[in-house]
């Protein structure tokens, strides 16, 4: 399994703009699909983007399309999550998972390494 740690979260205004950063290490992050997933508080873990490990092919929730751009970095062995027009809805715990040579899937359960997850707070 490859290790994960997940960065640049914290409180930001309603219309602002975040960067989170996922950190791989262990193994190179290259041969991994990553992919992000937020809680809430009080509701269940929800998909929110995933990259391919050829990182050639992205998909996203629909909440989060046109907003949110995911991105990976294989020199860095890092993968981001760039959020724009950022609502108050989209505060959660933000987890960045991965799944080696997986398919870009919004199933948490194909992804078998998890992060400990970022706090991004949006106020109105």
């Known amino acids: 399994q490859v290790q994960l740690v997940e960065s640049g979260g914290g409180l930001v205004q309603a219309g602002g703009s975040l960067r989170l950063s996922c950190a791989a290490s262990g193994r190179t992050a290259g041969s991994y699909t990553m992919a992000w997933f937020r809680q809430a508080p009080g509701k269940e873990r929800q998909f929110v983007a995933a990259?391919?490990?050829?990182?050639?092919?992205?998909n996203y929730a629909d909440s989060v399309t046109g907003r949110f751009t995911i991105a990976g970095d294989n020199a860095k062995n890092t993968v981001s999550l760039q959020m724009n027009s950022l609502k108050p809805e989209d505060t959660a715990v933000y987890y960045c998972?991965?799944?080696?040579?997986?398919?870009?899937?919004?199933?948490?359960?194909?992804?078998?390494?998890w992060g400990q997850g970022t706090q991004v707070t949006v106020s109105s």
């Open positions: 990259i391919s490990w050829r990182r050639d092919r992205a």
């Open positions: 998972a991965a799944n080696l040579y997986g398919a870009v899937v919004s199933v948490q359960s194909a992804y078998d390494s």
